[in-house]
């Protein structure tokens, strides 16, 4: 999991038998903040993880944008 973060790659452990049932070729979302898959999500969870995704990725362009300068 430290790995999988590290590397920022959405990892949730702990997801029981998932993987069994979830079949080549389906669309999933994997949460790492909440720590749940979504299988075959509707278009208002896709419309609210890319959204997220949108904040988080802004969130990172200004931590990148503000790392280096000194504290106040």
Known sequence: MIMARSLEIPAVVGTGDASVMINTGQLIIADGIEGKV???????EKKKYLKRKEKLMEQKREFERIKDKPAS
């Not at 979504?38 to 208002?44: A, E, F």
């Open 38 to 44: 979504i299988v075959n999500p509707t278009d208002k």
